[in-house]
């Protein structure tokens, strides 16, 4: 038996079946060597796995461009760099991939709507992800073109100007309005997603909340345009046709559940729970289950180039991926104050710009880099007010400043004084449980509050924001100091 994988010039993964049994695994004739094969093909998934939320499994699987996978030693290990690293951007701490979901559908072939689009950053030195979504109703500038489109169409003008370009194209244009420099990319479709997703078993999803679309499209009813599609909250075992209906349901009315945000943040979890199920033993031990999950990738994904040193890195990442922190964000037009993202209604048609104005992607850098730098605070997204309870109304007004200069796009709002007597500051999150700490906890650092309790003087929830901060008498702060602040 001999499996082997190579890529066309257009990057798209080949899989080759040469004298394949039907029934691999309980082949009892197959050879000693051909079982240490086995086992080699297992251990180099299993390590591309664990990298499926920096890169993606799909990706990962496309390192095997150079390698062939007629999986030998030296095919995987040989040469073998004391310290592999996976490229970086220009800081050489960010390793950035861009995933792209295209929506191929049954009754218009020709469509290739780009529908999913994320850029994953890994920061090696925090060992962390940040998972930016970029909803395809975003309007963006054509490169050289000086006009505008919706950016889930960028990849299909591009096909169809030049073949083989659309990737390439779309990878620029996520990086203008990033500000991010991207080493990898990888793309998948619909169909191969809601495949590999029943060979391994279906899916685990907690739902946050329930909601029912009632036009979602139906590709299979010559008499309806549309179906009914329901989810109850709570943790869902979904198969590949409910995971994608799910991450694609954009028309409900219920719980907010039709917005972009939503929308992209279920995109993420399935994302995530498919990561979370190749991961398990129940798929990286099957070798039948892999082999399909292989032979379905054949035709339905286009990666990036690599290398050897890619790979060996990946493996070596291996080891910790399982204390990988990943955090979410979303560009939609609620992010940065509703400041940085507005939304347009054009006759039949929504779509999300910039605020400063078409093609200006100033602040969107300036956040993405923001959230880059503090993850944890910028994905909280905490409604902040500040009162004055004995510090004094204008030095109260001017900290309050302070802050929001500091933290450019967070909702920081000075609601004016209280008390006038109390003394030292109180930072605390508002809402009964630890959902806003981290915001509580870090601005605490700044304006030097020695608790994150609400006071006893305090007894209720005061105007129901996320995170309140206590400005009394005595007060010492650490807003001055930029490097006080890192």
Do not use: C
């Given at each position: ?19 394949l049994p039907s029934d691999p695994g309980n082949n009892k004739s197959r050879s000693r ?132 370009t659309g990737l390439e194209a779309l990878k620029s244009v996520v990086e203008e309005y ?309």
């Amino acid at each position: 038996m001999s499996l082997s994988i190579n890529i066309n010039d257009s990057n798209k993964v080949m899989l080759e079946n040469r004298n394949l049994p039907s029934d691999p695994g309980n082949n009892k004739s197959r050879s000693r060597s051909s079982m240490s094969s086995k086992k080699k093909i297992i251990l180099v998934i299993l390590g591309v796995i664990l990298l499926v939320g920096i890169t993606s499994f799909g990706k990962i699987l496309g390192y095997t461009k150079d390698l062939g996978l007629k999986i030998s030693a030296g095919d995987i290990i040989s040469p073998i760099k004391k310290d592999p690293q996976l490229r970086t951007d220009s800081s050489g701490i960010r390793t950035n991939a861009l995933l792209v979901g295209i929506d191929t559908r049954e009754t218009n072939q020709g469509l290739q709507n780009t529908d999913t689009i994320i850029v994953a950053s890994y920061n090696k030195e925090r060992n962390d992800v940040e998972m930016i979504s970029i909803p395809r109703d975003t309007y963006v500038e054509i490169p050289e073109a000086n006009w505008n489109i919706k950016i889930n169409g960028i990849y299909n003008r591009a096909e169809n100007e030049e073949e083989g370009t659309g990737l390439e194209a779309l990878k620029s244009v996520v990086e203008e309005y990033t500000g991010l420099e991207i080493q990898y990319y990888v793309m998948v479709d619909v169909k191969a997603l809601t495949n590999i997703i029943d060979i391994m078993g279906g899916i685990e999803v907690y739902v946050e909340n329930s909601f029912t679309d009632y036009a979602y499209p139906d590709e299979t009813n010559p008499y309806s345009d549309y179906q009914v599609v329901s989810f109850d909250a709570g943790p869902q075992t979904m198969d590949g046709d409910t995971a994608v209906k799910f991450s694609r349901s954009r028309k409900s009315l219920d719980n907010n559940e039709g917005s972009d945000f939503a929308r992209a943040r279920r995109q993420q979890k399935v994302l995530e729970a498919i990561k979370n199920k190749l991961l398990s033993t129940d798929t990286f031990l099957d070798p039948d289950k892999l082999y399909s999950i292989l032979a379905e990738l054949r035709d339905h994904i286009k990666v990036s180039e690599f290398t050897n040193e890619d790979v060996q890195a990946g493996l070596q990442l291996a080891s910790i991926a399982s204390e990988v922190k990943i955090f979410s964000f979303v560009l939609d037009p609620s992010v940065g104050g509703g400041t940085v993202l507005i939304t347009n209604q054009i006759p039949d048609a929504y779509s999300i710009s910039p605020a400063a104005g078409l093609g200006v992607y100033k602040d969107i850098n300036e956040l993405v880099g923001l959230y880059l730098e503090e993850p944890e605070i910028y994905a909280e997204d905490a409604l902040i007010y500040v009162y004055d309870v004995g510090l004094g109304y204008q030095e109260a007004y001017d900290l309050t400043t302070e802050l929001s200069e500091k933290f450019p796009y967070l909702r920081i709002i000075f609601r004016g004084t209280l008390f006038s007597d109390k003394t030292g500051s109180y930072v605390y999150s508002n809402s009964g449980d630890d959902e806003y700490d981290v915001t509580a906890k870090r601005l605490g650092t700044i304006v030097g509050s020695r608790t994150h309790d609400r006071p006893d003087f305090i007894t209720n929830r005061l105007n129901g924001e996320d995170v309140v901060i206590l400005l009394g008498g005595d007060l010492v702060t650490d807003t001055p100091s930029e490097e006080s602040t890192q």
